[in-house]
């Protein structure tokens, strides 16, 4: 199993940045997904994660700024991540947690 995340990056404070995870050697269909972010000198929080069937949840912060999202047709899972702020910056990783599979995470900073 394999989970590689892409699509961080700098943006202003208030910008925008679309996470993928592309999964590989996992029945996709069959799997709920998770984002999670780790800033420096914090634990890795959950962001969002999106059941097999679709079913959305997120972290309190991220209401009505980020949506998670799947393809199933692409194997791949998004986050779409608005508004974002400066105490955001972090590291974000998608997880698969059914497989305790984890990719190796993409940074994404928003700037003051």
């Known amino acids: 199993v394999q989970l590689v995340e892409t699509g961080g990056g700098l943006v202003q404070a208030g910008g925008s940045l679309r996470l993928s995870c592309a999964a590989s050697?996992?029945?996709?269909?069959?799997?709920?997904f998770g984002w999670y972010r780790q800033a420096p000198g914090n634990g890795r929080e959950l962001v969002a994660r999106?059941?097999?069937?679709?079913?959305?949840n997120y972290a309190d912060s991220v209401k009505d700024r980020f949506t998670i999202s799947r393809d199933n047709t692409k194997n791949t899972v998004y986050l779409q991540m608005n508004s974002l702020r400066p105490e955001e910056t972090a590291v974000y990783y998608c997880?698969?947690?059914?497989?305790?599979?984890w990719g190796q995470g993409t940074q994404g900073t928003a700037s003051s």
């Open positions: 997880a698969a947690p059914l497989t305790s599979v």
């Open positions: 050697g996992i029945i996709f269909i069959r799997n709920a």
């Open positions: 999106i059941s097999s069937g679709g079913t959305t």
